[in-house]
């Protein structure tokens, strides 16, 4: 069993301040939360604040934490741009010490936003697209051989959903998720990972890992009320691993799939989704339950 916990208070008193939570347990020993906060029309204008922290404990590997902040401008209705900055520091743990540098990183960027969706939660038509360009400057600071060393790491991050009517009840849904890190130092730590409940379903929390990954999520949903479905979904994953290539791995790339079904329903306490799923090449024995839990107000 997999999954995680989000709640969003979108609304507080009234005031378009908005609060969230989110944490996941990602196995025995590795555990992700983020808290994040907006402050809407900063002065009256068309601009929000936004706060964020978050910290990641890779299992006996290291622990990640990350300080955030955006102006985010209200273009229109459907169109947001956004400045980013973010300090992040990464801290090995364990015999890690070794292989996996203490790091810290200034990161700076630009994020564009455009949501046509008829609704956040089950949209029936619309489609949203997120792209995100990141530079960070890297400060080794435990680099033994060389002293303090600096990388710069380039970022791009991009996502798109769409989502269609097909027949009445009947809704399309296809998500394409794509990230890539570019940089002289790249660390297991600057890597993307994905694989489970909300990514690569069929497989364990964030199991893969590279510098370039792509995910896509295509779902069949039959709407049983306007807060519940029934769904059918395959999902597949692809990832590129530097690391692992200089290392001679046979593991450095790979294309996966997964595919199963689930339901989505409205509970006292936030909507539930719970899905069966199967891997590449796994009998139905070897099938994982995920499950998640998401509210917002």
Known sequence: ???????????????ERAFGFEWKKLDRFSQYFNVNYKEPWLFSFPVNLKLNVTQRKQDTTYIQRKYGAAFEYLATAKLKASLLYSYEETIPLGGFTATLNHSVFNTSGVSFYYDTR??????????????????????IVTDTETGNAKDNQYRIETDALGFL?????????LGLHFRNVVGNLLEISDLY????TN???GFNEDIFSGNVVAWSNLEY????????????????GYYYNDILKKQNSDLFEKFTFGYGGGISF??????MKVSFALAQGDGFSQGKIHFGISNGF
Do not use: E, M
Not at 1 to 15: P, S, W
Not at 118 to 128: A, H, N, S
Not at 167 to 172: E, L, T, V
């Open 118 to 139: 008829d609704d956040i939660f089950i949209p029936t038509y619309g489609y949203l697209i997120n792209l995100t360009l990141k530079y960070s400057l890297k400060n």
């Open 193 to 196: 990972r994905f694989g489970g």
């Open 221 to 236: 949903r039959f709407l049983l009320s306007s807060q519940s479905f029934l769904f059918a979904f395959f999902d597949s």
């Open 1 to 15: 069993f997999t999954g995680y916990a989000k709640i969003d208070l979108r609304n507080i008193f009234g005031t």
């Open 165 to 173: 009517r097909i027949y009445k009840n009947n809704i399309a849904a």
């Open 266 to 271: 409205s509970t006292g306490i936030g909507v």
């Open 199 to 201: 990514t690569l379903r």
